[in-house]
């Protein structure tokens, strides 16, 4: 890891803390203070209240906020407190590694990798078993072998879906894309809740027939 | 309550659900994307990565990542997903009532009362059962009579804290304000732990030593 670190100065380093912080708390202000940095990267989706696009800390929160809301489709059980969690700082890694569209290809190409190599990176600031900790729990998300990870990741799929149906198309219009490209990237939704899954496919379907989405083209 | 209720369309109705969709889903997603609004009601704070004013979205966010990693140091257990639960909903009023400044003494004047009203109007988007069980979790946030309400009250002042450190100063420079102001308002966060107060005091007073905050007039 130490091979690929990039030499960022820490955020915090703007403004140091005072002598005499106790170190724990230094370590954890700064990693705090690192993360204000997640309000500052762009996604693709549109905002329902606002002519905007949204940033990664407003979509943490809402995806958070919608596991309190919504767990109760789990098709497993889930801890909500832990779902939750996962969902707070599953995007933290795209601080140093920056946002990959869900229908952009090219950019997809060594994502894994980008996003390794920025957790290295950022949980490093933390006390070694708190960067053990949260790094265990992007782990977790990203792996989806836990119901809590599966519905996390069902959020992050059904978010920019409602976004999109609010939007009349949104990043559904992208060029090239097609309303099977949509299905097949928030089939996931399934993995996780037969009954969101249906709703989420309802406005998919429903917004292909409006022509808010292009349908595939005919096969030769 | 109803003869305060204001007539608000639910920001769903600019693109109507299709006909079909569950009726409990239907209320769920409503109030999902009523809350979108969060995500457009300023606060006072300046960001540290850039050069704007936070939302209260973000502020969520940012509040519920700090119990991720300051819980460890709340003077009584908690419950993290409580907590975070809390902080994820504290806000939501704000999108009807509007962000109080902290220190705005009249803007403070019958806060409570539209806040509550805000509320009744806002959770009554939600099937009955999750009404009353997201206005509780409101409510306990208020009345920081459980100890997660008072950790979740704590980050909620620590954290512009934080943000006011690193601009050397921010909305300690509000006219009129002092820094025993500051330290009156931020005093509560020595209800959940003496080493977060006692931190958070230490950054008051070297933001004082260094002309960020007005020290308080000498007395006549």
């Given at each position: 890891?130490?091979?690929?670190?990039?030499?960022?100065?820490?955020?915090?380093?703007?403004?140091?803390?005072?002598?005499?912080?106790?170190?724990?708390?230094?370590?954890?202000?700064?990693?705090?203070?690192?993360?204000?940095?997640?309000?500052?990267?762009?996604?693709q989706?549109?905002?329902?209240?606002?002519?905007?696009?949204?940033?990664?800390?407003?979509?943490?929160?809402?995806?958070?906020?919608?596991?309190?809301?919504?767990?109760?489709?789990?098709?497993?059980?889930?801890?909500?407190?832990?779902?939750?969690?996962?969902?707070?700082?599953?995007?933290?890694?795209?601080?140093?590694?920056?946002?990959?569209p869900l229908y952009d290809g090219a950019a997809g190409?060594?994502?894994?990798?980008?996003?390794?190599?920025?957790?290295?990176?950022?949980?490093?600031?933390?006390?070694?078993?708190?960067?053990?900790?949260?790094?265990?729990?992007?782990?977790?998300?990203?792996?989806?072998?836990?119901?809590?990870?599966?519905?996390?990741?069902?959020?992050?799929?059904?978010?920019?879906?409602?976004?999109?149906?609010?939007?009349?198309g949104g990043t559904w219009r992208t060029p090239g894309v097609t309303a099977d490209d949509v299905r097949a990237r928030?089939?996931?939704?399934?993995?996780?809740?037969?009954?969101?899954?249906?709703?989420?496919?309802?406005?998919?379907?429903?917004?292909?027939?409006?022509?808010?989405s292009r349908s595939a083209p005919?096969?030769?």
């Amino acid at each position: 890891m130490n091979e690929e670190r990039r030499n960022r100065s820490p955020l915090a380093e703007k403004t140091p803390f005072p002598d005499g912080l106790d170190a724990r708390l230094r370590s954890q202000f700064t990693f705090l203070v690192e993360v204000d940095q997640l309000k500052t990267v762009l996604r693709q989706s549109p905002l329902v209240a606002a002519d905007r696009r949204e940033n990664d800390a407003e979509h943490s929160w809402h995806v958070a906020m919608m596991v309190v809301v919504l767990a109760e489709h789990s098709d497993e059980p889930i801890d909500v407190g832990h779902t939750i969690q996962l969902l707070l700082l599953h995007d933290l890694v795209e601080i140093y590694a920056g946002d990959t569209p869900l229908y952009d290809g090219a950019a997809g190409v060594g994502q894994q990798e980008r996003e390794a190599v920025a957790a290295d990176e950022l949980f490093t600031l933390l006390p070694p078993d708190q960067a053990q900790r949260l790094r265990a729990l992007w782990d977790e998300f990203e792996e989806r072998r836990t119901p809590e990870a599966r519905f996390a990741k069902a959020m992050d799929r059904l978010q920019p879906l409602l976004l999109n149906w609010m939007a009349r198309g949104g990043t559904w219009r992208t060029p090239g894309v097609t309303a099977d490209d949509v299905r097949a990237r928030k089939a996931v939704i399934g993995d996780a809740s037969s009954a969101l899954w249906e709703a989420g496919r309802r406005l998919i379907d429903e917004g292909e027939a409006r022509g808010w989405s292009r349908s595939a083209p005919p096969r030769a």
